[in-house]
């Protein structure tokens, strides 16, 4: 029979008296609906106040249920018991037991052959007695732990006893790490943590060993200060520069306002002289004082107002290149920006040729942009910073095109305020406005003509002009005149296929006018940009090709076994309300050239004797994304007067529904860049890959990199070995993953006849 009853206490109570985590959540589906009871018989004993449910016992609530043979409760004494094959699901998680006995006052209990399971990090956990002791404190007898599926797991951890207090320590005693279940390592006691929150300790340490700093070794101390601040104090020890110190302090004081704030400092023993390709050098004799600092802050006032700081300073300009193999900056780089705290938005390696530190106050409103901006900049390229140009401040108002009243024109707004200042050359300060008016037309569905005229003024006053700069004051109008002519129609093909029901074509030509009047500029101070005479006309046209596809049953399935794939263009699939319908951009095709109008006039003076050139050159853009396993990318540039391409980037992947994969890319730019990129995963079996990886500079004909690597993967274990030889840097690396627990890597390296070896475990 069916009944909603008491008996939500008596499941809540199960799973707080062997998880916090499973208890919670447990909890949580309790309360989002109602709870049936289903048993042989339903009973309630007043005498005793004892609730009994007998007989094939399931009760089931949102997200979950429960089964067993019995399931009493005495409300006068507290105790519970669930027996009889017990079995319990909340979400993906599971418990299980011959016999479940608890006390809901206590919050104490015990599981007879226990077994659980959490699927978050699928994690399996038995004993032949899973005790609840305290509030958080459990005592397990003959206890395992493992991530393998089976019986008869890959590799899993045992103890004979087992005393853990959650958020704290745990014991072992009589411990070993089996493998099939033979005990590979035996450990007759060990300690353990078992933290679920923030806790203060060391972190993992990091061990290295390379030519430019020998032995190198980093542990760092993490200090939970509060609920809203931590520490890291980061001690690293590097047998050829000495000591360096670092401390990283994070705060978050609401999700409004939050920060990081980095700092370390070395007295580097390094010294000799050093010299890069641009031609800077050093010759340092004694031991050098080295240091950085970093402050990345945000405070939101409200939305769409907020104060963001980014302040980064280094003592030298060879910071970044003589770390560049590892350092704070390095470690926290992410390119999205996606943490809020400890994030570093620029890649600190050898190859940053300036450092910008900046802070703005923004306020956006649903059609301009108001930004105060101050930036201070660190040339990396230069021994000092007297010519680099500084913004103290630069603000900028911006307006988006938008209708006037409820006219047709539209209006558009870039203006700026800029206060230049370095201690060599000009600087002073500019002023720049470029409000620009368009008037759309629409003639039906087929063609779109929008002019445009905008005027542009600027007003400078400079200090301390080059002898070529003669105004201290002065002022520039410029207009600019434009239109836009664009067409595109369509046709769409019933093709009826199994997977492709239709296809749409699109060819989209489009015309761009652009005129700028001659100004005479050339005694402008070179803190002022200068704008070039335009008479051109930009077209382009467009072809795209998208598929309308059917979801089947049967793709769905194998979409799901592909889920390894990385060469799927999401940002091309688009799903249909309802369902059962896709749709892939699968070919994209960009023809675009430019014509000089001025350089095509036959009687220019400055082409006398000169052959005009007034075609720029031809730029094609394509994608080609067919299905899921192929894409193809090019970007290319041709010369139409000298017949040279002076860009072709080509990038090609392709993949298969078993796991192989193969990525090529090539980068040519002319005179300046030839480079090849190519990546293979060979999948030889289920379990084993083979990895290939060539990185080369064509031009110069040397390879930066060459790795061979193979990759051994169970259901809850894998092996990972490569050789890499890269820059003059040859590196053997193994890595052993137990999932669940963490990775043990060992790399290892030759020191003769290499300029740089790095090896971490």
């Not at 699927?119 to 395992?144: P, Q, R």
């Not at 004979?160 to 411990?175: A, C, F, N, P, S």
């Amino acid at each position: 029979m069916k009944k909603r009853a008491l008996f939500i206490t008596v499941i809540i109570i199960l799973f707080f008296s062997f998880q916090i985590e499973f208890a919670l959540a447990f909890e949580r589906n309790m309360q989002k609906g109602p709870v049936n009871i289903e048993a042989d018989s339903l009973a309630y004993d007043k005498d005793t106040d004892k609730y009994s449910a007998k007989g094939n016992v399931v009760i089931t609530f949102t997200g979950g249920f429960l089964k067993a043979d019995y399931v009493d409760l005495n409300k006068t004494t507290g105790d519970a018991e669930a027996s009889g094959n017990v079995y319990i699901k909340s979400d993906d998680d599971i418990l299980e037991g011959d016999n479940v006995k608890f006390n809901i006052t206590t919050k104490t209990g015990i599981v007879y052959e226990g077994k659980l399971f959490f699927a978050e990090n699928h994690f399996y956990i038995n004993g032949k007695e899973i005790e609840k002791k305290g509030e958080a404190t459990y005592h397990l007898k003959d206890a395992t732990a493992t991530t393998c599926d089976g019986d008869w797991p890959a590799w899993r951890f045992t103890g004979k006893e087992l005393d853990v207090t959650i958020d704290g320590y745990g014991t072992v005693k009589h411990g070993t790490f089996q493998v099939k279940n033979f005990p590979f390592l035996y450990m007759p006691y060990m300690i353990f943590p078992a933290k679920t929150t923030r806790q203060s300790g060391f972190l993992p340490p990091r061990i290295s060993n390379s030519d430019k700093h020998g032995w190198d070794a980093e542990l760092p101390l993490y200090w939970a200060i509060s609920k809203s601040t931590d520490a890291t104090f980061y001690q690293r020890y590097m047998d050829k520069n000495g000591l360096k110190e670092g401390v990283e302090f994070r705060y978050f004081i609401n999700k409004d306002s939050f920060g990081t704030f980095y700092a370390d400092y070395l007295k580097d023993e390094k010294t000799g002289e050093m010299a890069d390709d641009e031609g800077l050098t050093r010759n340092w004799k004694e031991k050098q004082e080295r240091w950085s600092y970093y402050l990345n802050h945000q405070t939101t006032f409200s939305p769409g107002f907020y104060l963001r700081t980014d302040i980064k300073k280094v003592s030298d300009n060879w910071y970044f290149r003589d770390f560049s193999d590892y350092n704070y900056y390095l470690d926290n780089y992410t390119e999205k920006g996606e943490r809020k705290l400890g994030k570093v938005s620029f890649l600190g390696d050898e190859s940053l040729a300036s450092l910008d530190s900046t802070a703005r106050l923004v306020k956006d409103w649903s059609l301009f942009n108001l930004t105060a901006l101050v930036q201070y900049t660190d040339n990396f390229a230069s021994y000092d910073n007297n010519s680099t140009l500084q913004k103290y401040p630069e603000i900028t108002f911006t307006g988006v095109n938008q209708p006037i009243l409820d006219t047709p024109l539209n209006f558009a707004l870039d203006s700026s305020f800029n206060n230049y200042q370095r201690t060599e050359d000009d600087h002073g300060q500019l002023y720049d406005a470029h409000p620009t008016f368009s008037l759309p037309f629409n003639f039906g569905d087929y063609l779109d003509f929008t002019p445009s005229i905008g005027l542009r003024e600027t007003f400078w006053n400079a200090s301390e002009l080059r002898a070529a700069s003669s105004e201290e004051h002065g002022g520039r109008e410029i207009y600019n005149v434009g239109a836009s002519l664009s067409s595109e129609v369509q046709r769409i093909f019933d093709i009826g296929g199994e997977t492709v029901d239709k296809i749409r074509h699109g060819i989209k030509p489009e015309l761009t006018y652009t005129y700028i009047p001659y100004v005479y500029q050339r005694d402008l101070p070179d803190f002022v940009a200068t704008v070039s005479e335009t008479n051109s006309v930009t077209y382009s046209l467009t072809n795209s090709f998208m598929a309308r596809l059917k979801n089947t049953d049967k793709s769905k399935d194998k979409s799901k076994d592909k889920s390894k794939d990385k060469s799927k263009d999401k940002s091309t699939d688009k799903s249909e309300a309802g369902g059962g319908i896709s749709y892939r951009e699968f070919l994209l095709v960009k023809l675009s050239q430019t014509y000089d109008i001025r350089e095509g006039r036959e009687h220019r003076a400055e082409n006398y004797g000169n052959e005009k050139r007034p075609f720029g050159n031809a730029d094609m853009e394509l994608k080609f994304n067919p299905f899921q396993y192929l894409t193809f990318d090019a970007d290319t540039s041709f010369n139409v007067d000298s017949g040279d391409w002076e860009k072709t980037n080509y990038d090609l992947t392709l993949s298969d529904w078993r796991g192989d994969s193969a990525t090529i890319g090539y980068r040519y730019t002319q005179r300046s860049i030839e480079e090849i990129n190519v990546s293979l995963n060979a999948k030889i079996t289920d379990s084993l890959d083979l990895i290939y990886i060539l990185r080369r500079d064509e031009l110069n004909k040397i390879d930066h990199e060459i790795t061979y690597g193979l990759d051994y993967s169970r259901q809850c274990w894998s092996l990972m070995a490569t050789y890499s030889d890269a820059d003059n840097d040859r590196v053997w690396m193994v890595v052993f993953t137990l999932y669940g627990l963490g990775k043990v890597g060992r790399a290892t390296a030759k020191p003769k006849m290499m300029r740089s070896i790095t090896g971490q475990q």
